[in-house]
């Protein structure tokens, strides 16, 4: 007996065109948890803060297209 949601599949796979491993988080999970090292040049210091911290203007977020 099949679980609810699922179905056999009755011929061979020989390619998968969208599979997401729902163990590991995310982009958008690991973003928003991510430390972010900023400098500030005025006070000439350098350190990390939370990604959800910084200003929309000051996040940079990577595309699907920069992942290798």
């Known amino acids: 007996m099949l679980a609810q949601g ?6 061979a796979v020989t390619s998968c065109s969208s599979y997401s491993n729902k163990t590991l988080p995310s982009l958008r999970e690991m ?14 210091s350098i350190g990390f803060v939370q990604s959800r911290q910084l ?3 000051e996040r940079f977020v990577l595309g699907d297209d920069d992942w290798p």
């Open 55 to 57: 200003k929309p203007h």
């Open 6 to 11: 699922r179905s056999r599949i009755s011929f």
């Open 31 to 44: 973003e928003e948890i991510a430390w972010v090292l900023k400098t500030d040049p005025q006070r000439k």
